[in-house]
């Protein structure tokens, strides 16, 4: 559909204003035990939580209601905890990097 690439062309632009803006400390973060790092590129991720399901939750934490879309499970609540810790120590490109790596087989 035209609603993926359109997520991944919002989520890149949330990335890039999250660089140069420094929008990460605005957004609420948790603690918890999430990927740290170079993993986020490589560890085998749980069954509800996928890349792209960051990164979308990353775009919702930013510029939507991210409750409205747990409620519909767009996204999981793993997911918008991985995308919370991703904004807060700017690992939301790896996160998008291994989106767009998952991406590349069907």
């Known amino acids: 559909m035209m ?8 989520a ?6 999250t660089t140069l803006a420094g929008c990460a400390s605005s957004v609420p973060s948790e603690s ?16 509800d ?8 939750a990353a ?6 209601d991210v409750e409205k879309a747990l409620t519909k499970g767009l996204v999981t609540a793993p997911e918008v905890q ?3 810790k991703a904004i807060d120590e700017g ?3 790896m996160w998008r990097q291994r989106a767009d790596a998952d991406g590349a087989t069907p």
């Open 91 to 93: 690992t939301l490109d």
């Open 59 to 64: 775009v919702l934490l930013v510029a939507g």
């Open 32 to 47: 918890m035990s999430v990927l740290d790092g170079n993993e986020i590129l490589t560890a085998d991720l749980g069954s």
């Open 12 to 17: 890149t632009a949330v990335l890039l204003l």
């Open 82 to 84: 991985a995308a919370r």
């Open 49 to 56: 939580v996928t890349a792209r399901g960051v990164v979308l």
């Open 3 to 10: 609603r993926r690439p359109i997520v991944i062309t919002v």
